[in-house]
């Protein structure tokens, strides 16, 4: 059973930094290409960041700069570590594993970016 669990989410400041986390198990992790993204309230699901299996890496223009995503094929693990984060990052994010149309999801974990 494939199992993709997010953590690290929360409240912060703008300006602030967060790490989040995705804990992968039931895949071989390390031939998939692992994705984070995002759906703010009344909002599509977009890309924030996606790293593929041999640790190539691209980023939504609205996050260039700011957010880093990274991978440690031990762990199974995918990590985005966000920096001066903006109210408008505020949304649930989203791991995936293996693309958009045939893979998998995590559950999410909310991340709110706010006075």
């Known amino acids: 059973q494939v199992q993709l669990v997010e953590s690290g989410g929360g409240l912060v400041q703008p300006g602030g930094s967060l790490r989040l986390s995705c804990a992968a198990s039931g895949i071989t992790f390390s031939i998939y290409n692992m994705g984070w993204y995002r759906q703010a309230p009344g909002q599509q699901r977009e890309l924030v960041a996606r790293?593929?299996?041999?640790?190539?890496?691209n980023y939504a223009d609205s996050v260039k700069g700011r957010f880093t995503i990274s991978r440690d094929n031990a762990e199974n693990t995918v990590y985005l570590e966000m920096t001066s984060l903006k109210p408008e990052d505020t949304a649930v994010y989203y791991c995936?594993?293996?693309?958009?149309?045939?893979?998998?999801w995590g559950k999410g974990t909310l991340v709110t970016v706010s006075s």
């Open positions: 995936n594993a293996g693309g958009v149309a045939m893979g998998y």
């Open positions: 790293i593929t299996s041999g640790g190539s890496t």
